[in-house]
């Protein structure tokens, strides 16, 4: 099932999101109605708060080639190791439509988290896949990639995304 994905402005997308305790049949519906929602955006990561959800989960797929999906489920990611050695990459966000920066993250990073089927599992990310992990778990802290810029570039692009929603809803009404 597709969800509706929140736009900042939205004090939700501030909220620290709460650990799960198990991974039921109801979480994994919820997975998959994450990826579904990814994938139709379209989108290489999703957190369960831009669906205005505030648990711990993440979904993922960095996989170029459009025809062999390659998804990753996070459940409660807790990064453990982050590298010196830095990269920099354009990010987006489903969250922040039509918005793109450059942010420099740590390049590599390691990653606990419980999967799909329940299982504790960690995983060694480089490249896109580890600053792709660093953005959605931010997201589960309340933390979006325009924190990372100057006050002036991230308050001209919410005075942007408010500015557009406003239109949205003028349409509507
Ligand atoms: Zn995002």
Request: glycine share 4%; aromatic share 6%; proline share 5%.
């Given at each position: 099932?597709?969800?509706?994905?929140?736009?900042?402005?939205?004090?939700?997308?501030?909220?620290?999101?709460?650990?799960?305790?198990?991974?039921?049949?109801?979480?994994?519906?919820?997975m998959n109605d994450m990826l579904e929602t990814m994938y139709k955006a379209p989108g290489i990561g999703l957190a369960a708060v831009q669906i205005g959800i505030l648990k711990r989960i993440v979904v993922i797929d960095v996989s170029k080639?459009?025809?062999?999906?390659?998804?990753?489920?996070?459940?409660?990611?807790?990064?453990?190791?982050?590298?010196?050695?830095?990269?920099?990459?354009?990010?987006?966000?489903?969250?922040?439509?039509?918005?793109?920066?450059?942010?420099?993250?740590?390049?590599?990073?390691?990653?606990?988290?419980?999967?799909?089927?329940?299982?504790?599992?960690?995983?060694?990310?480089?490249?896109?896949?580890?600053?792709?992990?660093?953005?959605?778990?931010?997201?589960?802290?309340?933390?979006?990639?325009?924190?990372?810029?100057?006050?002036?570039?991230?308050?001209?692009?919410?005075?942007?995304?408010?500015?557009?929603?406003?239109?949205?809803?003028?349409?509507?009404?």
């Amino acid at each position: 099932m597709l969800r509706k994905i929140i736009i900042e402005p939205d004090p939700i997308l501030r909220k620290k999101c709460k650990p799960l305790e198990s991974v039921n049949d109801d979480t994994r519906k919820l997975m998959n109605d994450m990826l579904e929602t990814m994938y139709k955006a379209p989108g290489i990561g999703l957190a369960a708060v831009q669906i205005g959800i505030l648990k711990r989960i993440v979904v993922i797929d960095v996989s170029k080639d459009k025809e062999k999906k390659d998804p990753i489920f996070l459940v409660n990611p807790e990064i453990t190791y982050r590298s010196k050695k830095t990269a920099v990459y354009e990010e987006g966000c489903l969250s922040l439509p039509g918005h793109f920066a450059e942010i420099e993250r740590p390049a590599e990073c390691t990653t606990k988290f419980i999967n799909f089927d329940g299982k504790e599992k960690e995983l060694k990310a480089e490249g896109l896949l580890s600053t792709c992990i660093q953005h959605e778990v931010d997201h589960l802290n309340g933390v979006l990639f325009i924190d990372y810029l100057s006050k002036l570039k991230k308050d001209m692009i919410i005075k942007k995304l408010l500015k557009h929603k406003k239109e949205i809803e003028r349409i509507i009404v």
